[in-house]
């Protein structure tokens, strides 16, 4: 469940990293052809995305690591998937000939349109493992864009805004969520010179802003089951200084450990359940975050290989990363894979994490008719090869 779809990190410069290990970590595999994206990744390794084809036309895609699998979505004119979830169900974007735009959940071999919210232009960002949804939708009237939760039935519930005293319109715009129906996003308002975005949680019905470190905008961009959170938090040091977020226990924390004398520009992108993050930093392009500093990922794969990892967007937990790197100058969608994979279980969940998750389980006769639908579907998937 990690998302769109990332605002702030269309707004970061890149660079190369340093010499890379003597002992690579990760394997790089390709999983879209060339200028395609990727917007997520589950526990399996199933990373979705979109790729180019034709014009500024593109197509939503998965890839379960036997090739690339064109989604369909309904044969729009443009369509991308935007998150998926443990069962494997897809949900993302397609835009018919008209240009109105449109949700879709792919499942069981199928995409299937789930429509608009009346009267707004919607984008949907995220699914978890229960089937609930995140979307916002902006009026065209006012303006104003609201974030919402979708449920498997289709009923959304409108997740309010941060208060802001600014002008301009108000802007509610959920990134991601988790398994236990926790939200994270942005809410404010679009402001001149800068936007007065806040970084926020939902959760059971209230929307709560996480603060900041001492200037605004402040974006949260994915979070995990344990209910941590990583993003991008501006700084007031510098014009345009921003840094990666860990948001735990009640309180952020930047996790770029660069002095405060430093022009620093970095943002956190994708959570595990291990609370590692992975994000991108202009000063060492693509970075991991595994509890004491950010390493460069760029140093912990081949050299020999050409790539260029600035952009991871997600990770699993098993330390798998979903990411868009380049090489010779072509940007392509891969995932980074262990070469030595964890040994040791993620962290078990806090009780009351443990209680919420039971809340949105399906019954174990679902799950497993669940399971043996997307077992056939997959089966009759047609894959093909990755031109690189």
């Known amino acids: 469940m990690y998302m ?16 890379a290990s003597a002992y690579p970590e990760y394997r790089v595999t390709v999983v879209g052809p060339a200028n395609s994206w990727v917007h997520g990744i589950n526990n399996a390794g199933v990373v979705v995305g979109d790729y180019p084809v034709g014009g500024d036309r593109r197509r939503a ?15 729009g004119v443009w369509s991308s998937a935007t998150g998926i979830n443990a069962r494997g169900e897809v949900v993302g974007n397609w835009r018919s000939a008209d240009g109105s735009q449109r949700g879709f959940i792919y499942a069981c071999g ?15 960002s995220d699914i978890n493992d229960a089937g609930y949804i995140t979307a916002s939708g902006r009026d065209p009237a006012t303006g104003e864009t609201r974030g919402y939760l979708r449920a498997p039935n289709g009923a959304f519930t409108h997740l309010g805004a941060i208060a802001w005293d600014g002008n301009g319109a108000p802007e509610t715009v959920p990134a991601a969520l988790n398994n236990r129906n926790q939200i994270t996003g942005r809410s ?21 802003d996480l603060g900041d470190l001492g200037s605004t905008p402040n974006l949260g961009i994915d979070i995990n089951d344990r209910g941590q959170i990583t993003g991008q938090a501006y700084l007031p040091a510098g014009p345009r200084d921003s840094v990666a977020f860990l948001y735990r226990h009640g309180r952020m924390v930047g996790i770029d450990d660069r002095p405060a004398t430093a ?15 992975v994000g991108t930093s202009d000063h060492l ?42 090489r010779n100058g072509v940007r392509y969608a891969v995932r980074l894979d262990l070469i030595r994979p964890h040994v040791d279980a993620a962290p078990a969940l ?39």
């Open 4 to 19: 769109l779809h990332r605002l702030s990190l269309a707004l970061l410069s890149f660079s190369m990293a340093g010499a």
């Open 285 to 326: 392009s693509g970075f991991i975050w595994r509890g004491k500093r950010m390493e460069s990922i760029n140093a912990l794969i081949d050299p020999a290989s050409g790539w260029d990892i600035d952009n991871p967007v997600a990770i699993n937990d098993a330390g798998q990363i979903a990411a868009v790197a380049v």
């Open 188 to 208: 404010g308002r679009f402001n001149s010179p800068e936007p007065g975005y806040r970084a926020f949680i939902w959760r059971r019905g209230v929307i709560r």
């Open 350 to 388: 806090e009780p009351e994490a443990r209680a919420e998750l039971l809340t949105f389980q399906a019954s174990p006769a679902l799950e497993a008719a669940l399971a043996k639908a997307e077992a056939q579907a997959q089966e009759r998937e047609v894959a093909r090869p990755i031109a690189q």
């Open 110 to 124: 199928r995409a299937r349109d789930i429509g608009t919210i009346p009267g707004k232009v919607t984008g949907y």
């Open 61 to 75: 895609f998965l890839n379960r690591g036997k090739g690339l699998v064109d989604l369909g979505a309904l044969k």
């Open 263 to 277: 022009y620093r520009f970095s943002a956190g992108a994708g959570i595990n359940n291990r609370g590692h993050v």
